[in-house]
C-alpha cells in the first residue's frame, strides 16, 4: 500500500467527525477497538502513556505536554484530532509528524487485520489503532494520547493511562454526550483508571466528583497543587508565573495568545512532573515552552488587515477568543469569517462572539458534510441586529476569507472561526498565497 492508497482506503470506513454521529455504525462500545488492537498484539500496552480528556484546551496542552517530555530526552509519541490539513499531523514522535511511507505502512498493517474483526471500525479507530502500533515500533518511552469525544467510549480509552490529565468541562457535542455539564464530565471522567494520578483541572465541585470518584491513587487539583501565580502579555505571546506541588516556576515565556493559555501550560507542567515523577529544572521548562506551537489556535496569519485564525467550535471557546482579542490586540474594525458545523446554534455562537458589535460578518461554509448552510447562519446574524449590508454569505472559505481581506481596511482585523474545518481551509489557502505562518506539521 502506497500512500495514496493507505489514505483511500482510511477514507473508505465511516468517519464520525466528518458524517456527524448519529451516522455511528453501533452504539458506543470498546469491543470493535479492543479487538483491533488485540488482533495487533495490544502495542498499548508496551509503553506508558498520559491520558487527556477535556471541553477545550486538549490539543494546546497535549502539545506542550509532549514538548516539556522530549525536552527531557525521553522518546515520546503524541496522538491528537482533529488535524489541520493533513492526516499525519495527528501522530508525531518527539514534536515531528508521521511520515507518508510510516503513515502508509502502519495503516496497511491494520489493513491486514480488519477482516477479523466482527464489526467495521471506524476511522477514528483505526487511526488511534495506527497510532498505537506506530508508538510501540518506535519504542517510545511514553505516550501522550488526547481523547476524540468524550472518554467512556472514545476508542483512545483501550489504553491503560498512569496520568489522566483533564482540562475542563463545558457543553459541546450535545448529540452525542448530552445537554448537562454533569452528564458531560461522567462521560468524560471514564478515562481515569484506579490507581492513576489525576491532574485536574476542572475546579466546580459539582462536575470535579466525577473524577474523585474514579478512584485514582493521587490527585492533583488545578489552584491548590498546580496552577498560574502570574500571567501577563509579553511581545509574541505570555510570560506566565507557574506552579507545581514542587516548585514554582517565574518567567516562563509562552510564544502563544490567550490568556487560557496559561492554565493549559500549568495543566501540561503538573502532567509533565506527574509522569517523571520529580519536578523539572527550570531552564529545560523555559526552553521546552519557547518552542511551543498550537497552529489555528489564535495564530496571526497576515498583518493590513490583521489576520487571525482560531478554531473556537463552542461557546465557551468562543467567549475565550473574545477575551483573547480584547487584551491582546489594539480595538479596530472586526470582520469575522464564520462557519459552523449543524450541531452547533448558530445564535449562541454570534453571541458569544459579540457578532453584533463587529464591522461585519462573512458566513461560509466548513468543508465537512455537517456544515451548516451559512444562509442560515446569516438569517441568525440579522435576527441578532446587524444590518443585511453587514452580512455577506461567502460558501468557500478561501473565497470567504479573501472577500473579508478585501472589504476591510488596513488597520482593521480578519478573524477566522466557527470550526477547526473552517481553520484549517483558511489556513492551507493563506499559506499557499504566501501567509506567515509555518506548515503546521513542520
Known sequence: MNIDEARGWLDDHVNLEQAGLGTSPAPPTLERMQAVVELLGSPQLEFPS????????????????????TATDLSVGSYTSPHLERVNERLAWCGAPISDEALAETLARVALVEAHVPERPTYFEILTAAALSWFADLAVQVAVVEVGLGGRWDATNVIDGEVAVVTNVSIDHVEYLGSSAEGIAAEKAGIVKPGAVLVLGETDPMLSRYFLDRGAAEVWRRGADFGVRGNRMAHGGRVMELFTPGRDYPEVFLPLHGRHQAENA????????????????DELVREAFTSVTSPGRLEVLGHQPLVLLDGAHNVAGAQALLVALAEEFAPAPRTLVVGLLREKSPHEMLEALDAPHGESIVCTRPPSPRALDPLHLAEAARELG?????VAVVDDVDDAVQHAIGTSDPDGQVVVTGSLYVAGA?????????????SAHE
Open 266 to 281: 500549568a495543566l501540561a507542567l503538573a502532567g509533565a512532573e506527574a509522569v517523571l515523577g520529580r519536578v523539572l529544572p
Open 426 to 438: 483558511a489556513r492551507a489557502a493563506l499559506r499557499a498565497r504566501g501567509g506567515e505562518a509555518p
Open 50 to 69: 498520559v491520558h487527556l480528556t477535556g471541553t477545550n484546551g486538549k490539543s494546546s496542552t497535549a502539545r506542550m505536554l509532549s514538548a516539556l517530555l
Open 386 to 390: 446587524l444590518a443585511s449590508d453587514r
